[in-house]
């Protein structure tokens, strides 16, 4: 099993800057505390649709980064006295 964190759209560029950051960022990290980030997925998808009174071509991309998955816990039961801030 792995654990997939997508990465949501904020547009191409800024999109494609925080993905290359964060994965720079994480696959540095070698820490018997911190999960490994095991890989990642990058997929651009194009499709027609109707705008305004048109079809115009729209770009999704999809962006993720596979780690590895650790069952039993969260870290909102590890870490005590912290505020944490649920992501979905």
């Known amino acids: 099993m792995i654990a997939v964190k997508k990465l949501h759209d904020v547009g191409p560029k800024e999109g494609d800057a925080r993905y290359k950051r964060e994965f720079d960022n994480l696959r540095e ?3 018997p505390n911190i999960v490994r980030m ?3 997925c990058y997929h651009r998808e194009e499709r027609m649709e109707w705008h305004q009174g048109g079809y115009v071509r729209v770009a999704y991309i999809h ?3 596979c780690f590895e998955f650790v069952s039993g816990s969260s870290l909102e039961e590890k870490v005590t006295g912290m505020n944490l801030i ?3």
Request: net charge positive; aromatic share 8%.
């Open 38 to 40: 095991l890989g990642y």
């Open 29 to 31: 990290l070698d820490h």
């Open 86 to 88: 649920r992501c979905n």
């Open 63 to 65: 962006r993720l980064l």
